[in-house]
């Protein structure tokens, strides 16, 4: 390869993990020698059995589809690689044959990287170390590949939090309190009361550490009088000490600090104990970080009694969001963590506001969320949609009744809002008596919507027909589930409304491929991701599901996946659809993230040519599901 292709490789790879943790030399040495690959939309790179090659991949330009192929020769779509994803790391990672299908989706440019080299230019890097193994799990497990994994990853794969949190850099005090090798204990203990610290790294001249003492050194020797005050630190100190690199893993320090029964690892500038001393990790360090997890999370929502403490946990799950997306890992397995921490916090809103009602609930109910968090989307915070069921009650005691879930409701909305989950603008909220409702009367209220539709009817179906149960009777929203799917056979019409509904909001790409941004407003110039690109995909998924009568999937990137198991003539289309939308999803989140706000709508011009590129092509499946559904329900004359 000439050096001018070699630097047009640079520059590119550069920009993408894992390459953008390698130094500028290592990564020329690379560039130097990858290997540049044209593809045909339908070209195979390598299929499920073909024997390793001793390369990877990186998508340069185009798309690549990832297939297993199941026992009854199907083809699932693992997943789809574009511009800066890597790909075929099976021979890295587990030096096995391949187990997917690789199959350009449209005309592309790949770049193989050469194992060898990039092992002997990544060794010892545990950043690279930690994306790799992410993205090998995120292309290889998925339902049909989860046997295949058991024997490789039932180590590493995400199915935990514990997993994910495990290959995060430890944190670590990185200026260390430390004394002189010839200081006396009194000197040694003055400091550590001083700095209010439990331990003192004894250092020689060099900065190097040569010993620790900790309060139980100073407590079991000195206080006993085995030693007198004035001893040398060398006396009493523990030696030689564990030292670590900079970059070791939260798994990494908990291990060697079982390993050599510690609570305390030196971290010095080459990880050995001949260089300079640079920072310490206690094991108190290591819990703080396992505390960052939704496991953690979940038992201090539980064990919450304030709304304060609700809102730090589902602050401390937002750190965790922020963890994630930067650790790559599959937006799918972030979505559903967060959706059960805002549910719990939900839940436990609830039960810390029933506790300041006067008396317990009249009867049995079921608090329903709607809306994004009923679909289990709920990513950051966004404004409340919720509503609330309770059991039929004679006609004499109804107000009242209804008056008790309605201050219920006040109560938890309050609560929620202070969390940092805003009021709905149109108060479609459990404290409005219009979403307070007795089981029947929900029944009627939908019946209603769908035997007599109309513009508002379909507006609040888009809503309220992705509810999921919170708390309560759960009984209540299956009985109503079986009621709204038995009135959904009387009618057609009603889907032609909810059809011409998802079709509002046409792909979002005007002449020459130009973003369709907003017109007027304070949002003039920007455009809405939510709006544009993302509901339309929800309102397609949630219309099609209906109409094949599909209980207890809310999700949009399910209902896809779920649609492509029923319709297998439209399969790669609903696969489209479902990484469309949870590419979109992360694309939202990462702005509402960056800018602290909903990620609703972006400034296009901020954004890099490749993230535009990626944007785009997330668009066409919109323009092709808007034509499917145009077909199924003859929308095309509808008005």
């Not at 193989?112 to 193994?133: E, G, H, Q």
């Not at 190097?208 to 407590?219: A, L, M, R």
């Not at 085995?226 to 900079?246: D, L």
């Not at 779920?562 to 992360?586: G, I, T, W």
């Amino acid at each position: 390869m000439s050096n001018s292709i070699a630097y047009r490789v640079y520059d590119f790879l550069k920009n993408y993990p894992p390459f953008n943790l390698l130094q500028k030399d290592d990564l020329l040495k690379i560039s130097e020698d990858v290997s540049i690959i044209y593809l045909e939309k339908g070209d195979t790179i390598f299929k499920k059995g073909d024997n390793l090659k001793n390369v990877f991949y990186i998508v340069r330009n185009g798309a690549i589809t990832l297939y297993h192929t199941a026992n009854d020769n199907v083809q699932h779509i693992v997943n789809i690689s574009d511009g800066g994803d890597v790909f075929g790391l099976r021979p890295l990672i587990a030096e096995e044959d391949y187990k997917i299908t690789s199959k350009a989706n449209e005309e592309s440019i790949v770049y193989a990287i050469p194992i060898d080299i990039f092992r002997k230019v990544s060794a010892n890097n545990s950043y690279v170390s930690k994306f790799l193994i992410t993205a090998f799990a995120t292309n290889a497990f998925d339902p049909y590949t989860a046997e295949e994994n058991k024997k490789i990853f039932v180590d590493y794969l995400p199915n935990t939090s514990q997993d994910i949190v495990n290959f995060q850099t430890a944190n670590y005090s990185k200026n260390p309190i430390t004394c002189g090798h010839d200081s006396s204990l009194k000197d040694a203990a003055i400091k550590m009361k001083d700095h209010k610290i439990g331990c003192i790294i004894v250092v020689d001249e060099s900065n190097k550490p040569v010993g620790i003492i900790t309060n139980s050194d100073i407590k079991n020797k000195i206080a006993t009088g085995t030693f007198p005050i004035k001893t040398c630190v060398t006396k009493i100190m523990s030696t030689p000490v564990i030292t670590c690199r900079k970059d070791l893993t939260v798994a990494e320090g908990q291990l060697k600090m079982l390993q050599y029964n510690i609570g305390h690892l030196c971290i010095t500038k080459d990880g050995t104990e001949n260089s300079k001393l640079i920072g310490v990790l206690t094991n108190h360090d290591v819990l703080a970080t396992l505390g960052n997890n939704p496991a953690v999370i979940l038992k201090e929502i539980k064990r919450a009694k304030r709304t304060k403490k609700l809102r730090a946990a589902r602050l401390t799950a937002n750190n965790l969001l922020k963890s994630y997306l930067e650790q790559n890992i599959p937006i799918g397995h972030i979505t559903k963590i967060i959706s059960q921490i805002n549910d719990a916090v939900t839940a436990r809103a609830i039960e810390i506001a029933l506790k300041k009602m006067p008396s317990k609930p009249p009867v049995k109910f079921s608090w329903i969320a709607t809306g994004s968090q009923g679909r289990k989307e709920q990513l950051l915070f966004t404004d409340q949609d919720n509503a609330i069921i309770f059991e039929d009650v004679p006609k004499d005691k109804h107000e009242e009744t209804q008056a008790y879930f309605l201050e219920l409701g006040k109560l938890v909305s309050k609560s929620l809002n202070k969390i940092g989950f805003e009021y709905c603008e149109a108060d479609m909220m459990g404290s409005n008596p219009d979403w307070c409702k007795t089981i029947t009367e929900w029944k009627v209220q939908f019946d209603d919507w769908i035997l007599n539709t109309d513009d508002k009817a379909i507006l609040l179906s888009s809503i309220f027909f992705d509810f999921s149960h919170i708390y309560g009777k759960k009984a209540l929203v299956t009985d109503l589930s079986d009621s709204i799917y038995k009135t959904l056979e009387q009618t057609s019409l009603f889907f032609k409304f909810l059809g011409r509904d998802a079709l509002k909001n046409p792909p979002p790409l005007g002449f020459f491929k130009q973003f369709a941004v907003e017109k007027d407003n304070e949002q003039k110039d920007l455009f809405n991701i939510k709006n544009r690109a993302i509901m339309p995909l929800v309102d397609a998924a949630r219309l099609l599901i209906l109409q094949n009568r599909i209980k207890g999937v809310n999700n949009t990137a399910n209902r896809f996946e779920k649609l492509a198991d029923l319709d297998p003539s439209n399969k790669e289309l609903y696969h489209s659809c479902a990484y469309s939308f949870k590419a979109l999803s992360k694309f939202k989140t990462k702005q509402g993230l960056l800018h602290n706000n909903t990620g609703k709508f972006i400034e296009i011009e901020t954004l890099t040519k490749e993230e535009q590129l990626k944007l785009r092509r997330c668009f066409k499946p919109i323009h092709d599901i808007q034509e499917v559904l145009k077909v199924r329900f003859d929308l095309k004359n509808f008005v």
